[in-house]
Nanobody
């Protein structure tokens, strides 16, 4: 059973930055893909970003592509989501998730393991 623990959420003003961390119980260089999803109040959970174990295959949701960066600490078990130029509409609970297939995808049903989430609140 893979375990994922998110951290780094908090309250930030619009235009600010936050860096989320996802500590996994398996090395990120293990074949697979890791993704971030988010769920805003009253809305369905949506895809944010994903990367494969090599770090070479990365995809983003269109609204965050130029503001967020997903990365991993090489050889270690942590995946990050650097979020810049935050907007109030980025307010959500952010979840880290992983699948054992080394292909990132926007489909949340494809992911096998989920963390508990970390709250990000962006004030206007």
């Amino acid at each position: 059973q893979v375990q994922l623990v998110e951290s780094g959420g908090g309250l930030v003003q619009a235009g600010g930055s936050l860096k989320l961390s996802c500590l996994t119980s398996v090395p990120t260089v293990s074949p697979g893909a890791t993704a971030w999803f988010r769920q805003a109040p009253g809305k369905e959970r949506e895809f944010v970003a994903a990367m494969d174990w090599s770090g070479h295959n990365i995809i983003y949701e269109v609204s965050v592509k130029d503001r967020f960066t997903i990365s991993r600490e090489g050889g270690k078990s942590t995946v990050y989501l650097q979020m810049n130029s935050l907007k109030p509409e980025d307010t959500a609970v952010y979840y880290c998730t992983r699948r054992n297939v080394p292909l990132p995808t926007m489909a949340q049903v494809a992911y096998d393991y989920w963390g508990q989430g970390t709250q990000v609140t962006v004030s206007s």
